[in-house]
């Protein structure tokens, strides 16, 4: 059964930084690219960042670039998301998201819902003073 479990959210202050993890299981991590997705109160869908299965391609949405970093660590089964200098807008339920499809050369074109078969639960990220 596949699972992908986030953790690391919780309430910060504008300008503070958080590190949110997903660890997946069920699956062979290493050989699918993963996405990181988030969902803010009253607001839709909003994919922020992706990487490639080995880690050597990332991108971003233009809402978090130069402000989150996306990264893997293989042997560990983890995605992680470096979240800096969070503002209030910040705030909303973080997801990871795992491709559908194995060992996928993915374009800029990464943020199609339909590419994507499981999600996690969530980690709320709140940034309030």
């Known amino acids: 059964e596949v699972q992908l479990v986030e953790s690391g959210g919780g309430l910060v202050q504008p300008g503070g930084s958080l590190r949110l993890s997903c660890t997946g299981s069920?699956?062979?991590?290493?050989?699918?690219?993963m996405s990181w997705a988030r969902q803010a109160p009253g607001k839709g869908f909003e994919w922020s960042s992706f990487?490639?299965?080995?880690?050597?391609?990332?991108y971003y949405a233009d809402s978090v670039k130069g402000q989150f970093t996306i990264s893997r660590d293989n042997a560990k089964n983890t995605l992680y998301l470096q979240l800096n200098s969070l503002k209030t807008e910040d705030t909303a339920m973080y997801y990871c998201?795992?491709?559908?499809?194995?060992?996928?050369?993915?374009?800029?074109?990464?943020?199609?819902?339909?590419?994507?078969?499981?999600y996690g639960q969530g980690t709320q990220v709140t940034v309030s003073s």
């Open positions: 069920g699956f062979t991590f290493s050989i699918y690219a």
């Open positions: 990487i490639s299965s080995h880690g050597s391609r990332t």
């Open positions: 998201a795992k491709r559908r499809i194995p060992r996928e050369v993915v374009g800029t074109r990464w943020f199609n819902q339909g590419d994507y078969n499981y």
